[in-house]
């Protein structure tokens, strides 16, 4: 692993209950930018909520995430020359004040990593058929860690597979009525995603 750096932003990604509308994830925002104004380090933010549009730049490059109980605020502090803090400690101390909204969201200090992109330093990964086991196991191994001194940024992806669904097809009644699984996975993707009719276009461009 390469040491982090001095740079001159760093990221807090925000995540509140699963459902939360709009408003609800900005009220939790406003929150938060009470303690980034007073950051004596601060050159200006930006915040963008309803997505966590960025490269995450604390665990390398992944997709983006689009629902609105989702925010990133992208905060830009002044020269390493005209300020005492790194962006290090100013992240750092900026986590400990934010705990206070730990009932209302989870809130993430994302800071850069030089060198290429890379995933978490440690890894723990489940394997069921049970979600509800699994879950269980997660939440107690989640309690573990937490209470383990020196560790940080602990979280579980369990809750991040929402809008996932795993359907068991009745091969022989779907038969009856004369679909395949083919017919019907073709069907669910069309109302889930679309499909495109046909398309123009003028000369080689697309209108």
Known sequence: MFPKIDVDFFNIEIETVEGSSLEQTEKVVSEIEKFIVD????????????TNES????EGFENTNASSNLALI???????????RSSLEIGEDLTQKLQILSDQAIIKVSQLNPGPPSAYPIE?????????????????????????EGTKDIESDFD???SEFVL????????LFGFSAQDIS???????????????????DDI
């Not at 068991?168 to 038969?175: F, G, N, Q, T, V």
């Not at 073709?186 to 080689?204: C, M, P, Q, S, W």
């Open 39 to 50: 950051l004596p380090e601060l050159e200006n933010y930006i915040s963008n909520i309803g």
């Open 55 to 58: 490269i995450r730049i604390s």
């Open 74 to 84: 992208t905060v830009n502090l002044k020269e390493a020359k005209l300020r005492q």
């Open 124 to 148: 723990i990964r489940m394997q069921g058929d049970d979600l509800e086991v699994l879950k269980t196991i997660s939440n107690d191994v989640l309690y573990f860690l937490k209470n383990i």
């Open 160 to 162: 991040n597979n929402s």
């Open 168 to 175: 068991s097809i009745d091969r022989e009644k779907a038969a």
């Open 186 to 204: 073709t069907l669910l993707r069309t109302a889930v995603y679309g499909v495109n009719i046909f398309e123009l276009k003028d000369g080689k």
